[in-house]
């Protein structure tokens, strides 16, 4: 069980990310107004680094699924939408290096999986796919870095999930903020 010691926003207590993804097709509408929670997230010089490729029809999905980890598809594959999360990691104007692309992007998935929250959606990102075939399926310039692919949907039914997964279908705890703060 989550304990919070303080009074904050409703949406980030109740956050967290479920496996367990019903099968309904979410509104066009709603899946855009998460896209604009990401996009109005702040980034350094206002870069806005992030990039996102949308998959919502069976062929879409069936690609973006190709990409998952066993581990993963076992139950993202329920999702209606997965999405692709990409940083480009120059800035537009004079080329060089965006430090903060990533921390950047960060940001953007946090925005949004805060509106999925606030609209009775669930998003859970993943990290577990392979980058190379990601990039090559989308033709990415090496200075676009594919970061997660995000399952969106709606809360379904735990008992999908093989009991092993089950058993994790739970909000993570935190550390105490003693063992995060650190003291100088």
């Known amino acids: 069980m989550r304990k919070f010691n303080y009074p904050i926003m409703p949406e980030i207590m109740q956050r967290w990310s479920p496996r367990a993804f019903s099968e309904e097709p ?3 509408a709603d899946v855009l107004a998460l896209l604009e929670a990401a996009r109005y997230a702040p980034s350094c010089f206002n870069e806005q680094p992030w990039r996102f490729i949308v998959a919502q029809t069976q062929h879409e999905l069936q690609a973006m699924q ?17 999405l692709l999360l990409i ?3 120059t800035f537009t104007e004079g080329g060089k290096d965006n430090y903060w ?5 960060g940001t953007a998935w946090g925005y949004l999986s805060l509106e999925a929250e606030r609209r009775g959606l669930i998003a859970h990102a993943m990290g577990g796919f ?4 990601t990039a090559e399926m989308f033709s990415l310039s090496p200075d676009l870095a594919p970061i997660a692919i995000v399952a969106i949907g709606k809360l379904g039914d735990a ?5 092993a997964l089950r058993e994790r279908e739970k909000p993570g705890t935190r550390r105490p903020l003693s063992e995060t703060v650190m003291k100088h």
């Open 26 to 28: 979410l509104a066009e």
């Open 87 to 89: 940083a480009k990691r």
């Open 66 to 82: 190709d990409l998952l980890t066993e581990q993963n598809l076992a139950w993202a594959k329920r999702a209606p939408v997965l």
């Open 159 to 163: 008992n999908v999930l093989s009991p």
């Open 130 to 133: 392979s980058r190379k075939r």
């Open 101 to 105: 692309h990533m921390f950047d992007v």
